[in-house]
């Protein structure tokens, strides 16, 4: 793994996961760095449930070909919706993106606290459907409310993940979505 993939600080690593397309190549480059994150699915945004359960069971395929343990986050759509409530009408990567995010990073930030993980990462940063600078700040404020979880804000575009990303969709033959999840999202994109 290069230094641009470099963990910021000692500890098991988490890995918020969105979908199985945005998370494909940062497991890859992980791996090939020797890094053996656990995947965090924490996605209350996505409908419908059926939409869901087709996005984590290929997050779950591709990670079984990796050997890294899955855990599923619970799925509570009405905790999102109060988390989001008056951004329903805000465009994408407005206000309501950060709120989501703020909500999905603090359940993860959460999980890592108590099951003993030192940094967290998420493959929202992977999406160019997302403002980089908006999961930053949610994942650094998610952190900041655990103290001993270190956030890494790494920007997972870079150094060729993007084009891998797409190599490993089709090498995959990956169910891609073509919107964010939520209902507001969709065909928006």
């Given at each position: 793994m290069t230094d641009k993939f470099k963990k910021p600080s000692e500890g098991k690593l988490l890995l918020h996961v969105c979908c199985a397309p945005c998370s494909g190549a940062i497991i890859e480059a992980l791996d090939a760095g020797g890094e053996k994150?656990?995947?965090?699915?924490?996605?209350?945004?996505?409908?419908?449930?059926?939409?869901?359960?087709?996005?984590?069971?290929?997050?779950?395929?591709?990670?079984?070909?990796?050997?890294?343990?899955?855990?599923e986050d619970s799925y509570d759509h009405a905790a999102w919706l109060q988390a989001v409530k008056g951004f329903e009408k805000e465009p994408e990567r407005g206000a309501r993106c950060l709120r989501c995010?703020?909500?999905?990073?603090?359940?993860?930030?959460?999980?890592?606290?108590?099951?003993?993980?030192?940094?967290?990462?998420?493959?929202?940063?992977?999406?160019?459907?997302?403002?980089l600078e908006q999961v930053d700040r949610a994942g650094a404020f998610a952190?900041?409310?655990?103290?001993?979880?270190?956030?890494?804000?790494?920007?997972?575009?870079?150094?060729?993940?993007?084009?891998?990303?797409?190599e490993i969709i089709k090498e995959q033959n990956f169910y891609n979505q073509n919107f964010c999840g939520c209902e507001f999202s969709k065909n928006k994109l």
């Open positions: 994150p656990v995947v965090f699915f924490s996605n209350s945004n996505i409908v419908p449930r059926e939409e869901y359960e087709l996005r984590l069971a290929e997050c779950r395929r591709y990670c079984l070909k990796y050997g890294l343990e899955v855990v995010f703020a909500y999905r990073l603090e359940r993860a930030a959460r999980y890592a606290r108590e099951n003993g993980f030192g940094v967290l990462t998420t493959s929202l940063a992977s999406s160019r459907w997302k403002d952190c900041s409310l655990f103290p001993g979880v270190a956030w890494w804000g790494q920007n997972w575009r870079v150094c060729g993940l993007q084009e891998r990303r797409n």
